[in-house]
Nanobody, 124 residues
Framework: VQLQASGGGLVQAGGSTRLTCTAS????????MGWFRQAPGEERERVAL????????YYADFVMGRFAISRDNAKNTVYLQMNSLKPEDTAVYYC??????????????????WGQGTEVTVSS
């Protein structure tokens, strides 16, 4: 199993960037996919999630209206479009895969596979 995240970097406040996570080694369509982030000294937190079919999504309050998650099951890829970036969005961003259970949105501890993370730095 592999989750490869990319697209991070240095962005100015108010700018945009898109993260990409490409998966392999499992049946991508069957899994919820999520983006999480962890700032220095902080706990990892949920950012956005999408169900396997794409019919459900979840956003943390702090990104609502600014970020958008999408997925292309034909390419085993999930995206996070990040707009109107703020310095407080600075963090390492991780993608993760969850085999669905009964809870929506699934808690962080339910996720089965994690990528290596990609760093996003937003300058003021």
């Amino acid at each position: 199993v592999q989750l490869q995240a990319s697209g991070g970097g240095l962005v100015q406040a108010g700018g945009s960037t898109r993260l990409t996570c490409t998966a392999s080694g499992f049946n991508f369509d069957d899994f919820n996919m999520g983006w999480f982030r962890q700032a220095p000294g902080e706990e990892r937190e949920r950012v956005a999630l999408m169900s396997g079919s794409g019919d459900r999504s979840y956003y943390a309050d702090f990104v609502m209206g600014r970020f958008a998650i999408s997925r292309d099951n034909a390419k085993n890829t999930v995206y996070l479009q990040m707009n109107s970036l703020k310095p407080e969005d600075t963090a390492v961003y991780y993608c993760a895969a969850d085999f669905p259970g009964s809870t929506w949105p699934p808690p962080l501890v339910d996720y089965d596979y994690w990528g290596q993370g990609t760093e996003v730095t937003v300058s003021s």
